[in-house]
């Protein structure tokens, strides 16, 4: 089964720059398939940013302009390149694999395969 491990969160402060990486290891998955979430305390898990079916990128409306999903296809990785960050991204951040097509790639159910989570913490 596919296995996705995030790294690369931390606390920073309000407009630093942070990058997340998450590594998938066991079965192959296309990172074409890939996808970024995140939870804040007491809040629902919502989307990030993904690439969609064709390859091209997602990003929700928050943070558009500010993040950027990446890959490398030879390592197996995505990235997601944060910047500006506010305190509003205040979240744990969840890499998952898309697993079905009938939605836009900002549907969580559409992900079959998640990864633990990176703390990511911005203070003002």
């Known amino acids: 089964q596919v296995q996705l491990v995030e790294s690369g969160g931390g606390s920073v402060q309000a407009g630093d720059s942070l990058r997340l990486s998450c590594a998938a290891s066991?079965?192959?998955?296309?990172?074409?398939?890939m996808g970024w979430f995140r939870q804040a305390p007491g809040k629902e898990r919502e989307f990030v940013a993904a690439?969609?079916?064709?390859?091209?990128?997602y990003y929700a409306d928050s943070v558009k302009g500010r993040f950027t999903i990446s890959r490398d296809n030879a390592k197996n990785t995505v990235y997601l390149q944060m910047k500006s960050l506010k305190p509003e991204d205040t979240a744990v951040y969840y890499c998952?694999?898309?697993?079905?097509?009938?939605?836009?790639?900002?549907?969580?159910?559409?992900?079959?395969?998640w990864g633990q989570g990176t703390q990511v913490t911005v203070s003002s």
């Open positions: 690439f969609s079916w064709n390859g091209n990128t």
């Open positions: 066991g079965r192959t998955f296309s990172t074409y398939a």
């Open positions: 998952a694999g898309r697993t079905a097509y009938y939605n836009t790639p900002a549907e969580a159910k559409d992900y079959g395969y």
